[in-house]
DNA sequence: CTAGTGACTGTTT
DNA sequence: AAAACAGCCACTA
């Protein structure tokens, strides 16, 4: 018996479900930024309004959510102590992405390039 | 309606 | 190298 959740009880703007295509595009393996994301959902300088749509995904969601870091390779803090953060950390690390000694995800070798 | 907030980012100090 | 600033805009109260 499966249930889909509903987002923030409330039907996900096309705004929002533009952002999750993309994000359902990003391979294992590989990582895309939020302004990645933004510019390839069309909407050029909105990487915050990409991590708002990611808070806002239900606990349970086909969304590869944690291939998606900040610009600078790291993954973004939630303000809910590091938990969410080492989750999505050991997501990465399962599908063989390597963090260096200072919790960086080198993008040259893992960011999303797609042609 | 206004004001505050935020899984961001590029530029400027 | 690090911190501050300035844009950006959906969402909530």
């Keep these: 018996m ?5 987002v923030s009880m409330t039907l996900p703007s096309d705004t929002y479900q533009r952002i999750y295509a993309v ?6 393996g590989k990582v895309a930024t939020y302004g ?3 510019r390839m959902a069309d909407m050029p300088r909105h990487a915050r309004l990409v991590g708002y749509a990611l808070h806002a995904l239900a606990t349970v969601n ?4 944690h291939r998606v870091v900040n ?5 973004s803090e939630r303000g809910d102590g590091g938990a969410a953060a080492q989750k ?13 000694a200072r919790g960086v995800i080198p993008l040259k070798q893992y960011l999303w390039q797609p042609d």
Excluded: T
């Excluded at 990465?92 to 963090?99: N, T």
């Design 71 to 75: 610009a600078q390779g790291m993954i």
């Design 23 to 28: 994000v359902a595009q990003v391979p294992r």
């Design 36 to 38: 990645q994301i933004a």
């Design 88 to 100: 999505q950390r050991r997501r990465l690390e399962r599908e063989g992405v390597r963090f260096n």
């Design 62 to 65: 086909r969304l590869p959510w």
């Design 2 to 6: 499966r249930q889909e959740r509903i």
